[in-house]
């Protein structure tokens, strides 16, 4: 057990000596870079969501309703011959339901 103790603390050396090198084929400052970059931007994306739902709550007090605020906001997300194409389905579907 000495020995796996003592290769372990030896490679850890190695890598504080030299913080660039390959671990097992991967070059651990890189991934380190990169799961960081990937750690901000999550924190980043939550604070972001967290504003939009206060955005949400501002639009519910002011007496709008969100639903249709959402649905306003996903129709102007598409493109304006894909909205009048399922409005015009959305007209045909109520008339042959008699609404």
């Not at 070059?27 to 206060?54: G, P, T």
């Not at 709550?57 to 906001?73: N, T, Y």
């Not at 894909?82 to 045909?92: A, G, K, N, S, Y």
Request: proline letters at 2%.
């Amino acid at each position: 057990m000495s020995d796996t103790n003592d290769d372990a603390a030896a490679s850890r050396a190695r890598q504080a000596a030299d913080p660039e090198s390959d671990v097992g084929g991967i070059a651990a400052d890189r991934l380190r870079s990169i799961i960081e970059r990937i750690e901000r931007l999550e924190e980043e994306r939550k604070a972001l969501a967290d504003d939009i739902k206060d955005i949400y709550s501002e639009a519910k007090s002011a007496g709008f309703d969100v639903k249709v605020v959402r649905q306003i906001i996903r129709i102007r997300k598409l493109e304006p011959a894909d909205v009048e194409e399922q409005e015009t389905l959305l007209d045909l579907y109520r008339r042959a339901l008699g609404m």
